[in-house]
């Protein structure tokens, strides 16, 4: 009897000093709080174990509920984690945005966007998918802003133009093979540039205002920007500059742009900057 009685107060006893520690209380509830496991149990998980964590191994031996725990977090790891790991992983390996990193954000943002938005919130990298898609936007923008070669032979054309380089070279002279007239250089020599452009039926735009814009030429470090316009295959050179055609869908104009430059720029490299239907391009002229 006297037996009994003491090895029901030794249990009390150890009971109560487990019960007595405030750490393995607070963590022994967290760990019961975490209930019936779903979605929203995360943060209740996450809080659980970090409580546990901060035991020592001695107080973590009086945990009586520490498998649950486990158990919670595996069940929540087995129903919704796989497929946020996924999102998770495939956004960390985006890495440094470049201009080749396209299909990885797109891969990505597919992961992540295959979630509800309840899984969603668990990503704790979502923001760095927002982030690389906003640098690979800024990083495009760039790209399509600079210059883009544009070689005798090359041609542009949206809805209502068509544009043809056909020649590009310095000259003493401006010559159209059909005019009766040409511009010659008294001091240098100029800079020429011949276009074919085609307008669509019933076109009322400019050539110098909407197709051929902002040109500026290069040459041993001065720039020049004031450039003429004169169409070609007539009698003689008419202005193209403020000059509405009149476009019957099958005949083009032949357009000299060319502006003057030092003699010694005969035969010489010069560069030159210009809009063609509102994209920028860079021609090299030798």
């Not at 009971?15 to 209380?25: E, N, Q, R």
């Not at 709080?33 to 174990?49: K, M, Q, T, W």
Request: aromatic share 8%; net charge negative; with cysteine.
């Amino acid at each position: 009897m006297a037996a009994a009685a003491l090895a029901a107060a030794l249990c009390i006893g150890i009971a109560g000093c487990a019960l007595a520690d405030p750490d393995v209380k607070a963590a022994q509830d967290s760990i019961t709080s975490i209930g019936e496991v779903s979605l929203e149990s995360y943060d209740a998980i996450a809080a659980a174990r970090a409580s546990y964590d901060t035991l020592t191994e001695e107080q973590k031996a009086k945990v009586s509920n520490s498998s649950e725990l486990d158990d919670a977090e595996r069940a929540w790891r087995e129903k919704y984690g796989s497929r946020i790991d996924e999102a998770e992983e495939a956004i960390g390996a985006i890495g440094a945005v470049t201009l080749d990193s396209e299909a990885a954000i797109n891969q990505a943002a597919t992961a992540y966007h295959a979630l509800s938005t309840d899984e969603k919130v668990y990503v704790l990298n979502r923001n760095d998918l927002a982030a690389a898609q906003n640098t690979l936007a800024k990083l495009k923008k760039e790209e399509a802003a600079k210059p883009k070669p544009f070689a005798v032979g090359d041609s542009a054309s949206n809805e209502k133009w068509h544009v043809a380089l056909t020649a590009a070279y310095t000259a003493e002279e401006v010559t159209n093979p059909t005019a009766l007239d040409l511009f010659r250089a008294e001091d240098g020599c100029f800079l020429v540039m011949e276009f074919d452009v085609q307008g669509t039926e019933g076109c009322r735009e400019t050539i110098d205002e909407k197709v051929i814009t902002d040109v500026t030429a290069t040459y041993s470090g001065q720039v020049y920007k004031k450039f003429d316009y004169q169409a070609g295959g007539f009698a003689i050179f008419a202005s193209a500059r403020n000059t509405i055609f009149d476009w019957n869908g099958a005949s083009s104009v032949h357009l000299y742009v060319f502006t003057q430059l030092p003699a010694d720029a005969l035969e010489q490299h010069a560069d030159v900057a210009l809009k063609i239907l509102g994209e920028n391009k860079e021609i090299g002229v030798n």
